[in-house]
C-alpha cells in the first residue's frame, strides 16, 4: 500500500522533521505519561496472564517497593538504584566523549571475577578487611584493564570503540565461565558462597554499605562531571576534537585518562556486586545492568539528576514486578525483564515524538493517489 | 516579459520565518541579481524555485502557469538549473560521467537532438559516455567553455568545479540557471571569466539569476536588482539606475559608511620570525613551502590566496596546531626595560635569569639576587622594580598550543571554523569563554565567576544579541557569534592576533565592527594577520599583503601603494610549474 502511494506520489506520504519549539513542560509532562503508561502497560500484562490481578499487580508491587515495616526490601531497592545509578553515571563522562562504551557488562565482569577469585583463593585465616582490600585492588586493576584497551587502540589507531567494548563483553563473560569450569572441580557449576571477604552487616544487610558507597562515588563523579576540569575537557572534546586542540587539550591523553578513570569505577561496582551484594560468582552476575546502564545514560541527557531518576524508575520496575509477579503466581522469571523492557521501550518513543514529528505530504495528492 | 513569478511565497524553518509573503518576478534572458545580507532568505527562495525545498504557502508560476517543483528534477523539467554554493559533484567521477550521472536514454536522446538542432534520423542512437562527451564538446564550444571530458572532480581547481556544475546545467537544456554566492570562492580572474560566460549565456536568451551579497558585481553584471532583507522582498531596482550606497542601504535597511577606517602609525618591533616554514597537511601533502617573512607589531599583515593556498596550515603552524612542520618560528616578546612579573614566570625562573645578567634596575645598575630572601625578591618584582635589559627571544618550533600558553606567549587565534574550532555551539556563552581560561586557579574545580564577566562584557561592549549568558552559542546568528569569538580572543590583550577569514557570512554592520577592532588591536601595538578573501578589504585595512600561491610566498606587497589587479596576478602565479 505505502509502496504503491509512493510510487504514485514519487516520495512515501508522509515525512519526519524536526519538531521546534517544544516546551520543557510539555516534554516532562509527555515522559510522565510515558512513565505511568509503562507502569498500566504492566498492569495490564499481568491481568491478561492472571484474569482479575490487575488491583493486587499494583497494591503487590507498592508494597514490594515502598514497605516501610520490611527494611530489608527498601534496602534492596535502594541497592539496584545505587548500582544502576553508578554504573550510568560512570559512563556518562566517557559518553559525553563520543567513546561509545557499551562494554559496561563486561568490564564490571571482569571486575567481580577478580574479585570472586581472590575471596575464593585468599588464605581462609585471612582478616575479612584485609581479604576485601585485596578483592578490591584485583577487581579495580581487571576491570580497568577492559576499559583501557579499547581507549589506548580509539586513541592510537582510531578503533571502532563500539564494536571493541562490545565484543570484550563476550570475552568478559566467556572468560568467567572458564574461571567457574576450573575453580569448581566437582562440575557443579555452582561458584557457592563466599567464606571471606564479605561486606559487614549494616541494619542486618551487607547491601546497606553498597548504597553508602555507591552514593558516595556518585557525589565525587556528580561534581568531576558537572563542576570539574576534567569533566569540562572531556565535554569539549566530545563536542570537537579540533577545538580541543586548539585550546591546547591532548586528546589521546583525555580519552586514556577519562576510560581509567570509569575503568576503576566499575572495577568497585564489580567487588560491590560480588563482596557486596551476592557473596558469589557467575558469570551472568551483572544480570544486564551494564547494558541498562547504557540506556539510562542516553536517555538522562547525560545529566546525573536526569539519570537518578531514570536509575530509580527503572529499579521499582524491577524489584515492583518481581514481588508483584510472585504475588499473583505468575512462574515466569521473564515477566520482570518484559515489563523493564516496555518501560524502556515507551521512554524511547516519548524521546523520539518529542524530538521529531510526522508530517503528511500535500495531503490532497495523498488521497487522490489512494483513490487510484 | 514575464517568465517566472514568485506570489506570496513565506517559507517557515520551525521558528524562524525565512521568506515571508515574497512576491516577484523574473523576465526572460535578463541578469537578475537577488541581493540580500547572510540570513536574508535569498537563498531559501531559490532552493523553492530549484526544487530544494517546498514553500509552505504561495506560489511559483513559470510562463503564466502555476508549477509545483518537488525536486531538482522537476525544476530540470521547468528548464531550472541550480548551481549550489557548494557544488554536488562525485569526486571520484570525472567530468562528463557528472554531467551525464541520472539521465535516461531517453533524456540523452533528446538533449542529442537538441544540440544537433534537428531531429535525429537514426532509429537506434548510442549513448555512451564517449558520444555525450563529444556533444558536451560541441555545446562548450558553442559557449566558450574549455571543457576536458575525462578530467577527475578531485583533479580540478573550485573555478573548474563551478563550470562544470554550470555546464551538467546547460547540458540538460535549462533555460534558467541560479547561481548562489558564484564568487565566493573565485579569483578576481575566475570572477572575470565567470562573468564573461554568464554573458554568453544572456546573449544565448537563457535567464541568470545570481544570488549575491557583493554590491560591486551586483553593478557589474546584473540588468536588475531584487533587495532581500530579513526574510523579506524588498524592492526591484533597475542597476543603472542606483549606485552601492544605495544598493547597501536597502539592503542594510539603514545608511551605513562603507569606508574602513586604517590607522597610519608605524610598526613597531620585530614581533615574529617565519623562515624557512614547510607543512604537510593533514594528508601528508606539501601544503606551504619555505615560507620566509617578518611580522612586526602594530602592524596588519594581510594574507591573500585562493582558497586552500596554505593560509589555514600557516596559522595553525604559528599556533602551534600544525604538526607535520619544519623550519623556524621566533617570537619576540617586547620586554626591553619592561618590569618582569610573576605571569608564567616563578621565583626560581627569575633568580635564574638574574643570575644570566638579564635584568637592570630603573637606574641602569644591574641586578644580582644572589642573598636575597623570597619575601625581598617577590616586593622588588611586585613594584616593578626589576626592569628587562633586552626582549626576550622565544623559539616556537616544535611547540604544542599548552607549551605556548605556558611559556606566556598571548598568542590569540580567530579560527576560520567558529564552531568548530574557535567556540563550542552546544556550550553557553560563559562555558565558551572559558576555553581559554578553564586552567587558571589552583585545584579540580571550575572556577566561572572571571568568564561570566568576560562574557557579560563582551556582550554590552560588542552589542552581542543573546537571549541570556546561558544561551547555546550555536544558536546566535554567525554576526554575533563572530563577536563573541573575536571578543575573547583579543580580551587576553594579545600580542599576536592572527584571524582567519573573520568576516566571512557576517552582515555588513558587524564586519565592519570587526575591522574597526582590529585596527584598535594594531592601535595598541599588536601584530595582526588577517587572512581574507575579499581583496578590497585587504587593501583597505592591512599595512602590507602576503600573496600565497600553492603554497609558496608570490610576493609581499605594501598595501598603500598595489592594486587589486597585482594580487590577483601573484594569487594565480603558479612557482611550481617549471620545475614540474
Known sequence: ?372 | MEYIRFENITKIFGETIANSNVSFSINKGEVLSILGENGSGKTTLLNVLGGIYQQDSGKVYVNGEEVVIHSPKDAYDHGIGMVHQHYKLVEAFSAIENVVLGLSKQALKKIYERIDGEPTKKRFVRCSISQSAQYAKKMCDHYGFAFDPNKKIYDMSVSEKQTLEIIKALFRGVDTLILDEPTAVLTIQEIKHLFTVVKNMKKDGKTVIIITHKLNEVKEISDRVVVMRKGEYIDTVNTKDVDEETLAEMMVGKKIDLDIHRSDIPPSGERLIVEHLTVNDREGNVALKDINFTLFGSEILGIAGVSNSGQRELLEAISGLAKDREGNITFINPKEGKPVTFFHKDIKQIKALAEQGKFHYEDGSPVSLKGKTIKEITKLVNEGKILFYENEIIDLTNKEPLEIRNLGIKLSFVPEDRLGMGLVGNMNLVDNMLLRSYRKGKGRILKKEKSKELAERIVEELDVKTPNLSARVAELSGGNIQKLLVGREISSRPKILMVAYPVRGLDINSSYLIYKLLDEQKQKGTAIIYVGEDLDVLLALTDRILVLSGGEIAGIVDSRKTTKEKIGMLMSAKKGESDA
Open chain 1, 1 to 372: 500500500m505505502l509502496e504503491k502511494i509512493k510510487n504514485k506520489l514519487g516520495h512515501f506520504p508522509f515525512y519526519v522533521t524536526k519538531r521546534m519549539g517544544f516546551s520543557k513542560l510539555k516534554y516532562w509532562l509527555i515522559r510522565a505519561g510515558g512513565i505511568l503508561l509503562a507502569f498500566l502497560l504492566a498492569g495490564i500484562t499481568c491481568t491478561l496472564l492472571k484474569p482479575g490481578s490487575f488491583g493486587l499487580f499494583f497494591s503487590e508491587m507498592i508494597r514490594g517497593c515502598f514497605d516501610f515495616s520490611d527494611i530489608s526490601s527498601i534496602i534492596d531497592l535502594l541497592v539496584t538504584f545505587s548500582i544502576l545509578l553508578l554504573i550510568s553515571t560512570n559512563l556518562t563522562p566517557t559518553f559525553k566523549m563520543r567513546f561509545w562504551n557499551i562494554g559496561a557488562e563486561g568490564q564490571i565482569l571482569m571486575g567481580c571475577m577478580g574479585a570472586a577469585a581472590m575471596a575464593k583463593f585468599m588464605p581462609r585465616d585471612m582478616s575479612n578487611a584485609s581479604v576485601l582490600i585485596i578483592c578490591l585492588l584485583t577487581s579495580m586493576i581487571l576491570s580497568t584493564i577492559w576499559s583501557l584497551v579499547p581507549a589506548i587502540f580509539k586513541a592510537f589507531f582510531n578503533t571502532n570503540e563500539t564494536l571493541f567494548t562490545l565484543m570484550l563483553n563476550y570475552i568478559a563473560s566467556i572468560l568467567s565461565a572458564l574461571a567457574i569450569s576450573q575453580w569448581i572441580k566437582s562440575g557443579s557449576q555452582s561458584f557457592g558462597v563466599l567464606f571471606n571477604g564479605v561486606f559487614p552487616s549494616i541494619l542486618d544487610n551487607t547491601g546497606t554499605l553498597v548504597v553508602i558507597i555507591s552514593l558516595v562515588i556518585f557525589a565525587g563523579l556528580f561534581v568531576y562531571i558537572t563542576k570539574g576540569k576534567y569533566g569540562y575537557e572531556v565535554s569539549v572534546l566530545g563536542e570537537s576534537i579540533d577545538t580541543a586542540r586548539y585550546i591546547g587539550i591532548n586528546p589521546k591523553k583525555v580519552m586514556i585518562r577519562t576510560s581509567l578513570i570509569s575503568g576503576v569505577v566499575f572495577g568497585v561496582i564489580g567487588f560491590m556486586i560480588v563482596c557486596g551484594i551476592h557473596q558469589s560468582f557467575s558469570p551472568t552476575i551483572v544480570g544486564g545492568q551494564g547494558f541498562t546502564g547504557v540506556l539510562i545514560a542516553w536517555l538522562g541527557h547525560f545529566n546525573p539528576m536526569e539519570i537518578a531518576l531514570f536509575s530509580f524508575l527503572s529499579a521499582v520496575m524491577q524489584q515492583g514486578t518481581t514481588t508483584a509477579a510472585s504475588a499473583v503466581n505468575i512462574s515466569s522469571t521473564q515477566f520482570s525483564a518484559i515489563c523493564t523492557g516496555v518501560f524502556f521501550f515507551i521512554i524511547i518513543a516519548c524521546e523520539f515524538f518529542s524530538r521529531y514529528q510526522i508530517k503528511m505530504h500535500h495531503k490532497e495528492k495523498v488521497k487522490e493517489a489512494k483513490e487510484i
